[in-house]
Each structure stands twice: as C-alpha cells, then as structure tokens.
C-alpha cells in the first residue's frame, strides 16, 4: 500500500469527512488572530531544549514563516482540498524534518503545543461549548492526519538505512515486517 493509500484509508478511518473541512475553514479566522502567538510559543518552547534548539538557531523567523504557512494550509487544504495535493505537501514536511535530524518525539511533542494552544484559542473565540467541541474534533483529526504523514516520512527513511546497512532490498525487508 503507498503512502498516498495509508493517508486516504487513515481519512476513513479516523472520520475525516467534508464536513470536518467546513469546520476547520470556519475557524481559520481564529488562528488567523491567534496564531502568530502560538507560533511564537512553539519556537520558545524549542529553543529551551539543546536539541532542538541547536536544529532552529539562527533561522526562528523564517522558520515562523514556513510554520505559518503549514498551519494555515490545516485550515485550506492545499489548492483547496484535503487530497493528494495536500498529502504531498505534508509529505515534504516530513521528508524535511528526516532530512534535518530532528528526533520524531519533538514533532509529536509539538503537536500537543499545536492542539492545547488550539483549543484555548478557539474556547475564546467559540461562545458555544458544542461548536467549541465539534470544531476541536476537527481540528485534532487534521493534525493527527498530518502526524501520521510525518511520521510515515520517518518509517520509510528507517526501511532505507536498513536497507542499506544489510544490502537487503526493501521489498524483502517490507516482507519480512508484514509476516511478523
């Protein structure tokens, strides 16, 4: 199954549908407002921690840049839509943050950044404790979907190395993990 496959099955399973779309464009205006603050958050939080902090010296507002953009495209999709094109684009981020060496904890860890920081956001902007709910839901579906890419960027670059440290294909490597 391609990564693609993966990404469309998890949609259906999670129940990532049109309407969660709906929902997260109707609250792109509250991370419009809120999300400089929360980007700023998330690279403090980073520069606290040697690891990370050593992975975004000298390039935190570009970085707030890339963030920004990444953050908005949860609630546009990309070109609109939550689809191939969209997958892609999550594809490369997770292909880059592989390629930068940044341990794939810190992009979990940061997502429950991403997810608190959304909520307390949208409980002042939301007078409604059931909209608050429904457009949260929707929200977390989005960034565990987008988790789940990352992460699927950190499988295959695992499947790679192991690979060439054995010099055994990867299809025989696929093989052998899927017959337990």
């Not at 975004?56 to 707030?64: N, Y």
């Not at 969209?86 to 950044?113: C, S």
Request: glycine fraction near 8%.
């Amino acid at each position: 199954m391609s990564s693609y496959d993966n990404f469309t099955e998890m949609k259906k399973f999670v129940g990532f549908s049109s309407e969660d779309a709906e929902n997260l464009k109707s609250i792109a205006h509250v991370f419009e407002k809120h999300g400089p603050a929360l980007t700023d958050f998330f690279y403090e939080t980073l520069d606290l921690y040697p690891e990370t902090a050593t992975l975004i010296e000298g390039r935190v507002d570009s970085l707030k840049a890339t963030h920004a953009r990444w953050m908005g495209e949860l609630f546009t999709g990309v070109e609109g839509g939550y689809d191939e094109a969209y997958f892609n684009n999550r594809d490369i981020v997770g292909a880059v943050h592989v390629k930068i060496g940044l341990d794939p904890r810190w992009v979990e860890g940061v997502m429950t950044i991403i997810r608190t920081g959304g909520h307390a956001a949208l409980a002042q902007e939301l007078e409604s404790a059931a909209e608050l709910g429904e457009k949260f839901n929707s929200l977390c579906k989005i960034l565990d979907l987008d988790l789940m890419v990352i992460n699927l960027s950190y499988a295959d670059e695992r499947l790679t190395r192991l690979a060439t440290f054995t010099g055994m294909s990867r299809k025989l490597i696929e093989n052998c993990i899927s017959s337990g």
